[in-house]
């Protein structure tokens, strides 16, 4: 998969974006240090978008449902992100469209376990801590 950083109204949002060939399957979104109602909203939204990939629902059709959304719009180069839905809509777009640009993993953020404080690392849908075993799905 590939993450990319998208500024939002909210704040710096991560969009990770797992593919089949070209084809999305998976999406998984982290809003920065946000926590809260816009974190687990944001998290309803990436799940939902994941379940209706897997189920066969054009990619297409997603982002005509999300894309224009509009909550605290805020321009990120250039390209004006009207909200966090709107935000996981115009990754879905590049990623389609092979205009992603991902960044590199010096500039992911690096999620911490709740623990033991050890980088967590993302494998099979869920975040896990190789030093404490601790899993978020």
Request: hydrophobic share 35%; aromatic share 6%.
């Given at each position: 998969?590939?993450?990319v950083?998208?500024?939002?109204?909210?704040?710096?949002?991560?969009?990770?974006?797992n593919?089949?060939?070209?084809?999305?399957f998976?999406?998984?979104?982290?809003?920065?240090?946000?926590?809260?109602?816009?974190?687990?909203n944001?998290?309803a939204?990436?799940?939902?978008?994941?379940i209706a990939?897997?189920?066969?629902?054009?990619?297409n059709?997603?982002?005509?449902?999300?894309?224009?959304?509009?909550?605290?719009?805020?321009?990120?180069g250039?390209?004006?992100?009207?909200?966090?839905?709107?935000?996981?809509?115009?990754?879905?777009?590049?990623?389609?469209?092979?205009?992603?640009?991902?960044?590199?993993?010096?500039?992911?953020?690096?999620m911490l376990?709740p623990?033991?404080?050890?980088?967590?690392?993302?494998?099979?849908?869920?975040?896990?801590?190789?030093?404490?075993?601790?899993?978020?799905?």
């Amino acid at each position: 998969g590939s993450t990319v950083k998208m500024r939002t109204g909210h704040g710096n949002m991560y969009v990770t974006i797992n593919s089949e060939g070209k084809k999305p399957f998976e999406v998984f979104v982290n809003l920065g240090k946000a926590g809260g109602c816009d974190s687990a909203n944001l998290e309803a939204v990436a799940r939902l978008t994941s379940i209706a990939l897997r189920a066969g629902v054009d990619a297409n059709e997603i982002i005509s449902q999300l894309r224009g959304i509009t909550c605290c719009p805020n321009y990120d180069g250039g390209v004006l992100v009207k909200s966090n839905p709107d935000a996981v809509a115009l990754a879905l777009t590049q990623h389609l469209n092979g205009t992603l640009q991902p960044i590199g993993i010096e500039n992911q953020v690096r999620m911490l376990c709740p623990d033991c404080n050890t980088s967590l690392v993302f494998q099979e849908g869920c975040y896990i801590c190789k030093g404490c075993g601790w899993t978020k799905c």
